[in-house]
């Protein structure tokens, strides 16, 4: 007797609904453990940022949450010549970026690749003055070049009988300033990328006849090239909310937005109007990161394609 043989597929295991899969989501044990932080970051971070997004659409000078919600601040800074700061803020952060990686390019180099049990003391060098206030160590440099009785006029003077003036309260003073502060966050990136590059692969290219260049661009640099892409965004993201440096260095000559910032969140005590250049600035900052790192095309960049 013929026995018939039931070919038919096996029925489909029922599918969980979104709600059963965002439930099953929350009860993983890695949710669990992340929770407390969560909160901690909601509350710390994004809480405060809420509330300043609300107080950007308050009347000038409103002290809480009332009163009609308006968008005149955002059109004040439109028709104002704030611009005018945040060229400054954009332009000296993008200028540091451009000193900090051309200096701490070499030096990482050197920390990974070239000067073996000395790095550990060098690396303790750069790391001290980071325990120091940044303020402190601005004033370090503001008694180094004040005119007349600084440390530099007066040991010039007296060593060479030359007047040198002031070389405060200038762009440039304002730039070194901000890259002296600025620098480790650049650096300690760039060594942990570059100390992610084989060895073996470099010999190997120059095995394979590539010249000092021709290693660098086709193995050193992609390879680093994720830790000077975070040290970079890291260190443009912090310079553009720099104050210290354009007010204890550039004084008047350099206005930047957070030096707007702080000007109408305590003396000219409105509220509102600090809040929305804070989310401008923020958005700016936020707008150019993204589109920088979507258009970034490593391949293009090294010239590959």
Not at 111 to 139: C, D, H, Q, Y
Not at 280 to 302: E, K, N, Q, S
Request: hydrophobic share 50%; glycine share 10%; charged share 10%.
């Amino acid at each position: 007797m013929a026995t018939i043989i039931d070919k038919s597929p096996p029925p489909a295991l029922p599918q969980p609904t979104t709600l059963q899969s965002i439930g099953l989501w929350l009860r993983q044990p890695g949710f669990l453990t992340a929770t407390p932080i969560l909160l901690l970051f909601l509350a710390g971070f994004v809480g405060p940022l809420v509330i300043v997004l609300g107080f950007s659409f308050l009347p000038e000078r409103t002290f809480g949450f009332h009163g009609e919600w308006t968008v005149d601040n955002y059109v004040h800074i439109l028709t104002e010549s704030y611009y005018i700061s945040f060229v400054w803020s954009f332009g000296l952060a993008t200028a540091t970026v451009t000193c900090c990686l051309l200096i701490s390019y070499p030096v990482s180099y050197g920390l990974a690749k070239v000067f073996g049990r000395w790095t550990a003391p060098i690396m303790l060098l750069l790391v001290i003055p980071l325990f120091v206030s940044e303020n402190v160590r601005l004033f370090g440099w503001y008694l180094l070049l004040l005119k007349g009785g600084g440390i530099f006029a007066g040991t010039t003077n007296y060593l060479f009988g030359l007047d040198t003036g002031t070389l405060l309260y200038s762009n440039g003073t304002t730039l070194m300033g901000m890259v002296y502060v600025y620098l480790p966050y650049t650096l300690f990136p760039t060594t942990l990328g570059l100390s992610l590059v084989p060895k073996d692969q470099v010999d190997a290219a120059g095995d394979l006849g590539a010249n000092r260049w021709q290693v660098f661009r086709e193995v050193e640099l992609p390879i680093a090239m994720p830790g000077i892409l975070i040290g970079s965004l890291l260190t443009f993201v912090l310079a553009v909310g720099a104050i210290s440096e354009a007010k204890v260095l550039g004084g008047a000559n350099t206005v930047v937005i957070s030096h707007a910032i702080q000007h109408e969140f305590t003396y000219a005590q409105n509220w509102p109007l600090g809040s929305s250049i804070s989310m401008f600035a923020i958005a700016i900052t936020g707008i150019l990161v993204i589109y920088v790192m979507g258009r970034l095309d490593l391949d293009r960049l090294l010239g590959r394609r």
